[in-house]
């Protein structure tokens, strides 16, 4: 089944205390992109990755880190976690709809993350 | 700066009426997505447009792509409980190198109510 998986789906953690929320897929797609969604903002890229060792900034970068060293996984870090990084974060690969310039994107079930 | 802005943000009406969700912007858009997500799950495509003044259905689900590329509508009719959830519509721009980003919308909330 195709999947992409995040883990951990929930966490709470203290301001400063770096944190890694991975994401993995196994659909083989080269592109994947992180976002951030809150509450009549919708969804906003934070980082994105064209293909093994190709990242780049998205919407709003500041304050994570990406790093993108297999096709597969596409972890997220914080590396000083800040309360108003609260937030619920998606993964998502993408890939190209046959015969066609459009990008779809799958998403992973999300990281409830709480900075306190 | 937001590129897509959806209206309205919620929405609860009863079953069996219809309503209209719209996403508009000041950008052209080389296609258009609209995505549904469920609470506890990540949003999951629905349908794409591409073509200016394009028209798909999906059931009860009726979607339209404005002749200038900038804007969209979702129509449900005769709405369901199961239509409830999150409703994003996403842009898709094309970058340098034939790169495409996707630019997702404020949200619609949708409740249908038994």
């Known amino acids: 089944e195709a999947q992409v998986t995040q883990n951990p789906r929930y966490l709470i953690t203290v301001t400063g205390k770096k944190l890694t929320v991975t994401c993995s897929q196994n659909m083989n797609h080269e592109y994947m992109s992180w976002y951030r969604q809150d509450p009549g903002l919708g969804l906003r890229q934070i980082y994105y990755s064209m293909n093994v060792e190709v990242t780049d900034k998205g919407d709003v970068p500041e304050g994570y880190k990406v790093s993108r060293k297999e096709k597969r996984n596409f972890p997220l870090i914080l590396e000083s976690p800040s309360p108003n990084q609260t937030s619920l974060y998606f993964c998502?690969?993408?890939?190209?709809?046959?015969?066609?310039?459009?990008?779809?994107?799958?998403f992973g079930q999300g990281t409830r993350l709480t900075v306190v | 700066t937001q590129l897509l802005e959806q209206s309205p943000q919620f929405l609860s009406i009863q079953e069996g009426e219809n309503l209209t969700v719209y996403c508009n912007s000041s950008s052209v858009f080389s296609s258009l997505q609209w995505y549904r997500q469920e609470p506890g799950e990540g949003p999951v495509l629905l349908v794409t447009?591409?073509?200016?003044?394009e028209v798909k259905k999906l059931k009860r689900l009726t979607f339209q792509f404005g002749d200038a590329r900038k804007d969209s509508s979702l129509h449900i009719t005769a709405a369901q409980p199961g239509d409830t959830g999150l409703y994003l519509c996403a842009g898709v721009l094309v970058l340098n190198f034939g790169n495409e980003k996707l630019t997702f919308g404020t949200g619609t909330r949708l409740t249908i109510i038994p």
């Open positions: 998502a690969t993408s890939r190209k709809l046959q015969g066609k310039r459009n990008t779809e994107a799958f």
């Open positions: 447009v591409v073509t200016g003044g």
